[in-house]
């Protein structure tokens, strides 16, 4: 069987690489991803390990190459995905990615610095400029004699002093000028008033053009101060209050001529700087280019190189230090390309001898191997959620992939809300190729998207089913005539004009000729949408339905057990396990199935008034009694069904005892060496060390227990009895639980329709309740609300509550009959595809 139906198998090897060639090969390794290594130094810390001060350094870059992604995220620059997967760098070309990055860093700290440096001390510039310009129209001196009179105190520019009071006062005027954060004008001053006693003038008036706060980053708009006072001692409270408000003062020239000197000075400056600023932006811009055509490649190469070294830190040397050792997992299938890879890594390192891989016999379960493709893959992580299969036991998947869709079909039957999801899932297949698709950051979204064929094959399945039931939106259409004549069953009837008045439902009966003419040609009848009876007769059908396609479901179960037992050579369990549980199963529930079938087949509508109840009979059968009231189905029914449950009760010690005695007789034939029973077809066991098939793994543990349980020799005969036990009572109270447990598909089915039928009664039919006008005015917003509700409720909150009770039915009721799910994956050492994101 493909490795689909069964995992691959998996044997123990051993990887003899020459110290040389060991980091060209185990990259070759890497890029093809075949092997799963196993670490040999358990107990060895990860600082003692031989290759620690590489993987040290390869940290040292990762940091270096963080710090570089910083600076370009902070330039407003993006880093685009490697645009080739390179291979592993070799020492030398290490040695120089690492001194590349390393002075591209160390250029990028000094230009950034410089740059910053630059921007403070021009913003220091600015500043210092609009506060002489802002104080120059404070302390401006008067206008030139001749000149009409300014008016006194109708302008906010007016001096603060005039010139022509200095003459008479004793003492000297000074000034305080400066900015400060708008936040803290209030504040600072209200301080100032009350800490110099009104001795003092301050002006504050708003800087013309904001400028970014240094501690902060934001462009703020700063407010600049001018502030006179007489004395030296109020001058030393102004400046630490100043300081302690942070406020940037600058040095206020007294004379007019010296604050013209200042600003022309400035003036140069600013120009000066401005003109290194752009020089040193230009040059960064040209480091950040570099950066971003290198990074990304550095990233991946030095990823791939850290992902070498600890796969090499998880080998052992031997005695002569020139050769490491490494145990992997390896698929049978894939000897010869490690083979290849091996030789091709031995070739790119220059070594003369070449590398090999070796394989070793063990008695430990191999991981599991199941091969998956874009559409397998969400099928199989279903099952994966449940368990990973154990070493090469049947894998369910393949059937999930029609059986999964169908259930959740039965649930979720409906063309118009199947259609809607098989057309969603239809353009996540078509579209699946675009990266806005695969790179979404939503979980949900990446859910979904991974499911599209899951998704796909529902929404099929569900138009199937919705023909069958023949409901669409929750209303029948019809493909066919109906095979129901309304006419017929009025001209061979006496129904009046009073007779109709007074009865406004009205019975078709098919044993009337020509009023029912056949079964419909697909699915149910579209005339059943209109009965009053519709609800009885799809809960009979879809119970009826329910049951027999939870039997067969388990049964199938049941059967692909036969796939184990043979494979591990089982064959005993055949005879005591399948053959018990299948004699269980058919002659209760089996028997169940026959009832429905023989009661369809038989009764017809002329006789189906005196029809018996099969309920009443399964009931009678575990009885053992008759019920005179329910007629038989056939002529020695009561015989039969107590034949078939004494079988049933029988087959119950055989499934309990079978198993343990049959072990403990072989083994008890083994230790006196003896001829050891086998059961028919069984062949007999292997001895430790020889090979079953061409697996090196199948030892004597493997054959005995089929990769479930190594040590199974050493358990006892009680530890046998009581798993075998649990097994019994789970089986048999199993399939009881498990066929009521199906019922759910007729529930859920129900359920799905009644809420379908009420929103469309409740929403859609108030549209069309007026064929005027204003009914199509009310139709736009009513249809509206009728998609909304329909996508919420009916396609997401059902769907989800049909998917999840499929995965139930799967998991509980079918999985268990065959599936222990106790295994392991097999993780290969690759090197990730995204390396770069």
């Known amino acids: 069987m493909g490795s689909l139906f069964r995992s691959e198998e998996v044997c123990l090897a051993q990887l003899f690489l020459q110290s040389a060639s060991a980091y060209s090969c185990v990259s070759e390794l890497g890029e093809r991803g075949l092997l799963e290594f196993r670490d040999l130094n358990p107990k060895v810390s990860a600082f003692q390990r031989r290759f620690v001060g590489e993987v040290r350094r390869c940290e040292e870059m990762e940091k270096t190459f963080t710090f ?27 040695l120089r990615v690492q001194e590349q990055s390393e002075q591209l860093a160390q250029e990028l700290r000094e230009v950034s610095r410089n740059r910053a440096s630059l921007r403070g001390r021009l913003r220091e510039l600015r500043q210092y400029l609009h506060v002489l310009r802002e104080g120059q129209r404070f302390t401006s001196l008067p206008a030139p004699l001749g000149s009409p009179p300014r008016p006194r105190a109708l302008s906010d520019r007016e001096p603060i002093l005039d010139p022509s009071l200095h003459q008479h006062l004793d003492r000297k005027i000074n000034f305080v000028a400066g900015v400060i954060h708008p936040w803290r004008v209030s504040a600072f001053e209200r301080l100032l008033w009350r800490a110099c006693r009104g001795y003092l003038v301050a002006s504050f008036v708003e800087m013309p053009e904001p400028m970014e706060d240094p501690a902060t980053g934001e462009s703020i708009t700063w407010v600049i ?62 480091v950040l280019d570099k950066v971003v055509l290198a990074l990304p490649t550095w990233r991946v190469q030095v990823q791939k190189m ?35 890879a091996l030789r091709q890594g031995s070739y790119k390192s220059g070594s003369s001898v070449e590398c090999f891989v070796q394989r070793i016999p063990t008695s430990e379960s191999p991981p599991t191997l199941i091969r998956t493709n874009k559409f397998t893959a969400g099928f199989q992580s279903i099952v994966d959620a449940y368990g990973v299969a154990s070493y090469q036991e049947v894998n369910p998947a393949p ?60 929404g099929a399945f569900s138009i199937y089913t919705g023909f069958i039931y023949n409901e669409c939106f929750s209303k029948a259409t019809v493909i066919f005539p109906s095979a129901w004549s309304v006419a017929t069953m009025a001209n061979h009837s006496s129904w009046s004009s009073d007779y109709l008045a007074t009865h406004p439902s009205l019975t078709l009966d098919p044993n009337v000729t020509g009023v029912f003419q056949g079964p419909y040609p697909f699915g149910i ?45 089982q064959r005993h369990r055949l005879v005591l396990e399948f053959l018990p549980e299948m004699v269980f199963l058919l ?104 090979e079953a098939g061409n697996s090196v793994n199948a030892t004597k543990e493997d054959v005995e227990s089929g990769g479930h349980s190594p040590d199974a020799e050493h358990l006892d005969f009680a530890e046998i009895f009581m798993h075998q036990a649990i097994h019994t009572i789970e089986y048999c109270l199993g399939c009881v639980s498990n066929t009521a447990s199906y019922l759910r ?33 009310v139709l736009v917003p009513v249809f509206a609300a009728f998609a909304v509700l329909t996508v919420a409720i009916l396609l997401v909150m059902e769907g989800l509550s049909a998917f999840l009770h499929a995965l139930r039915l799967h998991w509980v009721e079918f999985q268990n009959k065959f599936y222990v799910g106790a295994g392991y994956k097999l993780c290969p050492f690759a090197f990730a595809p995204d390396a770069s994101e």
């Not at 039965?410 to 118009?416: E, K, L, Q, R, W």
């Open 68 to 94: 570089l992604q910083q600076e370009l995220r902070d330039a407003g620059r993006v880093l685009g995905p490697c645009p080739e997967s390179p291979r592993a760098p070799l020492a030398r070309e290490a």
């Open 225 to 286: 101060f001018l502030i006179s006072y007489w004395g030296e001692q109020i001058g030393q409270k102004i400046r630490k209050i100043s300081d302690c408000f942070h406020c940037h003062v600058y040095p206020y020239p007294e004379s007019e001529a010296s604050r013209a000197d200042t600003m022309s000075g400035l003036h140069s400056q600013i120009q000066d700087l401005s003109v290194v600023l752009e020089e040193t932006e230009q040059y960064l811009a040209q």
């Open 306 to 340: 850290k992902a070498i070294y600890l796969v090499l830190n998880q080998c052992s040397f031997d005695v002569t230090e020139k050769c490491l050792i490494a145990e992997v997992w390896c698929p049978v299938r894939d000897l010869t390309q490690v083979q290849d």
């Open 399 to 458: 059937y999930a992939i029609i059986t999964f869709p169908f259930i959740f079909a039965i649930m979720f039957g409906d063309v118009g809300h199947g259609l809607l999801m098989f057309l969603f899932a239809l353009w996540m297949v078509l579209y699946e190729n675009s990266p806005s698709l695969r790179q979404a950051s939503n979980e949900i979204w990446l859910t979904f998207f991974e499911g599209r064929y899951l998704i796909l094959l529902m």
């Open 525 to 569: 009848d579209p005339i059943w949408s209109l009965a009053t009876n519709h609800l009885n007769f799809l809960n009979s059908f879809k119970m009826k339905m329910s049951v027999v396609l939870g039997i067969v479901h388990m049964g199938f179960g049941v059967m692909l057990g036969i796939f184990n037992h043979v494979h591990f050579r």
């Open 587 to 690: 002659a209760l529930f089996g028997y169940l199935v026959f009832l429905i079938f023989y009661k369809w087949i038989k009764f017809s509508a002329a006789d189906s008034m005196v029809a018996p109840s099969i309920l009443i009979h399964f009931i009678d059968m575990f009885l053992f009694t008759s019920n005179a009231g329910n007629l038989p189905l056939y002529r020695g029914q009561v015989p039969v069904q107590t034949a078939l449950v004494v079988l049933a009760l029988a087959s119950v010690p055989v499934l309990l005892l079978g198993t343990p005695l049959y072990l403990c007789c072989r083994r008890r034939a083994q230790r006196t060496g003896g001829p050891a029973p086998a059961a028919v077809g069984e062949q007999e066991p292997l001895l430790e060390g020889q």
């Open 745 to 777: 598909l007729w529930a859920l089915s129900l359920a799905h329709a009644q809420l379908s039928e009420v929103l469309w009664t409740m929403v859609m039919r108030n549209g069309f309740v007026r064929l005027s006008y204003v009914g199509g005015v």
